[in-house]
């Protein structure tokens, strides 16, 4: 079945890049996003790669897509305080209508 | 302002008495999900909807109903709740195209002792 996996905490010094990781199952999924959750707050979508692509950067943004390996992964150059949240990879297979599949989100602590 | 309200924020309750968990998006969107928030299972898919009268189960819709009548709102029922839902509970929308991002309201955190 399909299933997202993450790392569940990543602890990084203000100024240094921080590198969230995230493995997927369902080959054939074609959209693949990172969302952020600050505390008591919904999710928020930062950005999303579609499968074709194997790299997009925005801003302090870069997310890494490697098909083969089913490997994405969020990049945050200059990481902030403010970026302390949750980070959240997941999926829309293709095979699965239109569900959407979450990993248990990765908890980013950025130290001053 | 575009947005997804829920409410309750915070509900306490017992075993046993049916509770509804109200949603509502302005921004005109087709489709509209339900999830909840456990610790160290992330967001599991509780049941989703691509439009009016359309409504199918995600991965974890056992002990919940839903319904949608009107575009606009996507009520999360539970006619009988047990401890093992309490949980945070998110209601989210988007457009309905293939692989859009959904916009997610601020939860509802719901015990039930």
Known sequence: GEDVEQSLFLSVR???????????????STYLYWYKQE?????????????????KQDQRLTVLLNKKDKH?????????????????CAETPQTGGFKTIFGAGTRLFVKA | EAQVTQNPRYLITVTGKK??????????????????QDPGLGLRQIYYSMNVEVTDKGD?????????????????I????????????FCASGTGGFGQPQHFGDGTRLSIL
């Not at chain 1, 505390?39 to 790299?55: C, E, H, K, R, V």
């Not at chain 2, 974890?60 to 999360?76: A, C, H, Q």
């Open chain 1, 14 to 28: 203000e100024g240094d890049s921080s590198v969230i990781n995230c493995t997927y199952t369902d080959s054939s």
């Open chain 1, 39 to 55: 505390p008591g707050a919904g999710l928020q979508l930062l950005t999303y790669i579609f499968s074709n692509m194997d790299m």
């Open chain 1, 72 to 88: 994405l992964s969020l990049r945050i150059a200059d990481t902030q305080t403010g970026d302390s949240a949750i980070y959240f």
């Open chain 2, 19 to 36: 509770l509804t968990v109200t949603c509502s998006q302005n921004m005109n969107h087709e489709y509209m999900s339900w999830y909840r």
């Open chain 2, 60 to 76: 974890v819709p056992e002990g919940y109903k839903v319904s949608r009548k009107e575009k606009r709102n996507f009520p999360l």
């Open chain 2, 78 to 89: 539970l006619e009988s709740p047990s401890p093992n839902q309490t949980s945070l509970y």
